[in-house]
């Protein structure tokens, strides 16, 4: 009797509201939907990895050794860690949507994450083959916010001359090693290459308007003196920025015909450079 009550009154509601059952496209539509953002979600994350890849591949790992950092501090100082972040958001967003399929319920948490890191990492790998990972840093470099502190750390890293390390662009050409260079605060640096490693001296990337790192010392004030140098990769597009790229002067415009011709360097510091043997940085 009870039952048929409840069945009375279900009916005489469904008569007051005008109710009737959602089409079958309806359906359909909503689970197309949901597995469309979810792809999506897989597409950007294949992003963040190709990125990632990009960042680590050219991490500088040559030169770790010169930065006085043990492989561990280096790898956890300049570890991109706000693509691993983007990368964790959009594997949740796959589950979330994935859950939200018709049969989305049947697959546990841990198989929708791991395949969804699995899927992000080999789609993200065919993208950086094809220089996906480069064309986001070049972008990112030139426009975003906070580049240099959160999106590639890695130029924070290299831009500390009180460690010994130094990042910029050449706007000088270079004379007997000597260089000018604008580094990430526009502020300019006289380099002098006088203990520069054999090895780097006469590289191709050794020219005006071409950004590096440089490792060696500070020996007064704006000269650094470079006993290892190499192309600054990731973030290299963050000196085309408007604030940075008017340090620059006339020198970088008109392609700079003559160098520059280099400030002194201290006598004290030729002197202690000849009969002292430095070790290696």
Same mark, same amino acid.
């Given at each position: 009797m009870e039952h048929k009550e409840f069945d009375q009154k279900l009916v005489e509601k469904i008569r007051e509201e005008k109710m009737a059952p959602k089409p079958r496209w309806h359906f359909l539509l909503k689970n197309q939907v949901v597995w469309l953002a979810g792809a999506l979600a897989l597409l950007i994350g294949a992003v963040a990895v190709?990125?990632?890849?990009?960042?680590?591949?050219?991490?500088?790992?040559?030169?770790?050794?010169?930065?006085?950092?043990?492989?561990?501090?280096?790898?956890?100082?300049?570890?991109?860690?706000?693509?691993?972040?983007?990368?964790g958001i959009f594997v949740f967003v796959l589950y979330y949507n994935v859950k939200h399929t018709t049969k989305g319920y049947r697959y546990p948490v841990w198989l929708i994450a791991v395949s969804g890191i699995?899927?992000?990492f080999i789609l993200g790998s065919i993208l950086f083959l094809f220089g996906v990972g480069q064309a986001i840093d070049n972008v990112l470099g030139e426009r975003a916010p906070l580049y240099e502190t959160v999106i590639n750390r890695q130029l924070s890293f290299w831009f500390n001359p009180d460690e010994g390390r130094l990042a910029g662009v050449i706007v000088s050409e270079? /004379? *007997?090693?000597?260089?000018? #260079? =604008?580094?990430?605060?526009?502020?300019?640096?006289q380099i002098t290459g006088q203990n520069l490693h054999a090895d780097f001296y006469l590289s191709d990337f050794?020219?005006?308007?071409?950004?590096?790192?440089?490792?060696?010392?500070?020996?007064?004030?704006?000269?650094?003196? /470079? *006993?290892?140098?190499?192309? #600054? =990769?990731?973030?290299?597009?963050?000196?085309?920025?408007?604030?940075?790229?008017?340090?620059?002067?006339?020198?970088?415009?008109?392609?700079?015909?003559?160098?520059?011709?280099?400030?002194?360097?201290?006598?004290?510091?030729?002197?202690l450079d000849m009969i002292q043997d430095r070790p290696t940085r």
């Open positions: 190709s990125v990632m890849i990009y960042l680590l591949k050219n991490n500088g790992w040559e030169l770790q050794a010169q930065t006085n950092k043990s492989v561990l501090e280096f790898f956890l100082l300049t570890m991109p860690y706000f693509w691993i972040v983007f990368l699995l899927a992000s270079v /004379a *007997d090693g000597n260089f000018y #260079l =604008v580094d990430p605060a526009g502020e300019s640096w050794f020219k005006v308007g071409e950004p590096v790192n440089l490792v060696g010392e500070v020996i007064e004030e704006n000269i650094f003196r /470079a *006993d290892f140098i190499k192309p #600054l =990769v990731p973030g290299r597009r963050f000196f085309d920025r408007p604030g940075i790229k008017e340090h620059r002067g006339p020198c970088l415009q008109d392609n700079c015909p003559r160098p520059l011709p280099p400030r002194p360097i201290p006598a004290e510091v030729i002197r």
